[in-house]
């Protein structure tokens, strides 16, 4: 059914046409080459029966010159069907996989938009849903939603910097913003440097709105975990 639905390119049609091309000329050749062998054109013109069987029996090897062609013809045609229809479904399997790719990022986007606008403690702006989405499946164009090990190494060094800090017990607010700002870009968040008690209320909603993603949409939590912040 697939088939009928296949248009073969102009390359695979050439191809065709040349082989029976062949087919004819050698058919050709082959009759000329025995009629010569034969010597009939020295012999008198005869339609009787007996003439007419004399002289096709030079010709027996046509049916087999034929069945050859045939068989052939038969195995050319299912290879390129073959091909076609394999590339037929490669290009709808790379469009099946882009639409689901699509579909899973913009559900990741609105999954972020809707907690952050509940929130109103950071703008839409500051997050790049779809470098998150990126960072997260590299491979979801693909069709294959693995959690990348590059995110979960981008989350462990968060998580690191948060362990530092708790145990710094006269925290550089500054140098800990100068370290967090950076990691929380790495996976699409963009914050600026603000006060303390500002810049502790927006990384506490950050930090909470990854651990929220990475439970409920990448099921890694139990994998990679962010360590409590005690120095708020």
């Known amino acids: 059914m697939l088939l009928k639905k296949i248009h073969f390119p102009p390359f695979y049609k050439i191809i065709i046409v040349l082989y029976f091309i062949i087919f004819f000329l050698n058919l050709l050749f082959y009759c000329f080459f025995k009629y010569i062998q034969a010597d009939y054109y020295n012999l008198d013109l005869c339609i009787t029966y007996n003439c007419l069987s004399y002289f096709f029996s030079a010709f027996d090897g046509v049916v087999e010159i034929i069945e050859f062609y ?17 590339q037929h479904y490669i290009k709808s399997n790379i469009s099946t996989n ?83 700002i950076p990691a929380l870009k ?19 909603y950050v930090l909470k709105l990854i651990k929220k993603i990475n439970k409920e949409f990448c099921f890694v939590d139990n994998q990679v975990s962010i360590v409590e912040a005690k120095y708020y």
């Open 98 to 180: 882009m639409a689901t790719h699509i579909s899973n990022a913009n559900t990741f986007k609105s999954h972020i938009e809707e907690d952050v606008l509940r929130s109103n403690i950071v703008g839409l702006s500051a997050i790049d849903s779809y470098k998150w989405y990126n960072i997260v499946y590299p491979e979801s164009r693909n069709g294959f939603l693995l959690v990348s090990e590059n995110y979960k190494d981008k989350i462990k060094i968060i998580s690191k910097i948060i362990e530092e800090s708790n145990k710094d017990n006269k925290l550089d607010y500054k140098n800990h913003q100068s370290k967090m």
């Open 186 to 204: 790495q996976i699409g968040i963009e914050v600026g440097r603000s006060p303390r008690n500002n810049f502790n209320e927006t990384e506490q």
């Open 70 to 86: 045939v068989v052939n013809l038969f195995y050319l045609i299912s290879m390129v069907s073959l091909y076609v229809a394999t």
